[in-house]
């Protein structure tokens, strides 16, 4: 009897992930990582291909998921939606269906989410969301890991978000459901996550952890084991500038602000990181700061990722 195959799987959001599941990607990243720096590389996915769909450019996100598919044998495609049939017209569903033809998976990187969804819905092969508007799964397994990496478990720590309620901000809300940290969001009027995203951080069964919003960056950040900020002024949102500037004064993470975490606080932003905006480089550059190990990082989580989804296993 021909054994019935295993349903995809796809990466849209940390909904998409148990905590167990979770636990494995990072036991696999960890193995990983270790070998790299022994000079070992996988040869896991050789034979396997993965194409890169880009509606928004990237540095860390080409990069890492380029490189990672290299060293795990496989190859990557780097697909911009202005050089192919994407950016003339034709559907997603359409492109879904093709490229499942030839691909064995698929990341996109794009400004609706429902993009992400709609690729997911129509593609025959594992979809990862690269970025969307909403979420940004990758990223938060990455800075999940760097944190347990540094410090250990997240369960019981308070992690304190500056900034906008953006899809970092909402990858932080289903986070606390996963991991249990008491997450505190300080964001300016008119710029909290969407409702709809704690709504759903509430109907999820483990819902371990808690959520508050507030207006005051530094009630936020008392006593946090974890600061986190992202930029103020994401890709799209150019002709908002000076609004946002003025919106979000009174936010920016600096050391007056650290110095109001525990001790040995650390500091994490997803980059590019608009220096002496939302952070000053004081606090980027210092001893809190693991932001380069975070961007490190991307690359091994996301190797344990492409495994997980194109070898049905973790």
Same mark, same amino acid.
């Given at each position: 009897?021909?054994?019935?195959? *295993? ?17 494995? =990607? ?6 990983? *990582?270790?070998? =790299? *720096?022994? %000079? !070992? ?9 993965? %194409? ?11 990069? #890492? ?9 496989? !190859? ?10 994407? %950016? ?22 794009? &400004? ?17 969301? %690269? ?13 999940? &890991?760097?944190?347990?990496? *540094? ?45 709809? $995203? ?50 979000? !004064? ?30 000053? #480089? ?5 001893? !809190?700061? $693991? ?9 091994? $989580? ?13």
């Amino acid at each position: 009897m021909t054994p019935t195959p *295993k349903k995809k799987r796809d990466l849209l959001s940390l909904l998409d992930l148990d905590v167990a599941e979770i636990a494995m =990607l990072f036991s696999r990243a960890t193995e990983l *990582k270790q070998s =790299l *720096k022994e %000079g !070992h590389t996988s040869q896991t996915l050789a034979g396997r291909t993965l %194409g890169m769909l880009f509606e928004k450019p990237s540095t860390r996100t080409r990069v #890492s998921f380029e490189v990672g598919m290299y060293q795990l044998g496989g !190859h990557a495609l780097f697909l911009s939606s202005k050089e192919i049939q994407l %950016g003339r017209g034709e559907s997603i569903s359409d492109s879904a269906r093709v490229l499942s033809r030839y691909l064995d998976a698929l990341m996109i990187r794009t &400004f609706a989410h429902e993009n992400a969804v709609t690729l997911a819905q129509y593609a025959t092969v594992p979809v990862i969301n %690269g970025l969307s508007d909403h979420f940004h799964p990758c990223q938060i397994l990455t800075d999940l &890991f760097t944190y347990e990496e *540094k410090r250990g478990s997240l369960a019981g720590c308070k992690v304190a978000f500056i900034g906008d309620g953006n899809n970092m901000a909402h990858s932080w809300i289903l986070a606390s459901t996963k991991v249990g940290c008491h997450l505190v969001l300080a964001c300016p009027v008119n710029y909290d996550p969407d409702p709809r $995203v704690l709504n759903l951080a509430q109907q999820q069964p483990e819902k371990v952890g808690t959520i508050t919003l507030t207006r005051d960056p530094r009630e936020a950040v008392v006593d946090a084991d974890l600061v986190i900020t992202d930029t103020w002024i994401s890709m799209g949102q150019e002709q908002e500038r000076q609004r946002r500037l003025r919106a979000f !004064h009174g936010f920016q993470v600096d050391m007056s602000l650290m110095r109001l975490a525990k001790k040995d606080a650390l500091f994490m932003h997803c980059l590019p990181a608009h220096r002496e905006e939302e952070v000053t #480089s004081e606090v980027l550059d210092g001893e !809190h700061s $693991v932001v380069w190990d975070e961007a490190e990082n991307r690359l091994h $989580v996301q190797k344990a990722i492409l495994e997980w989804l194109m070898l049905g296993r973790i």
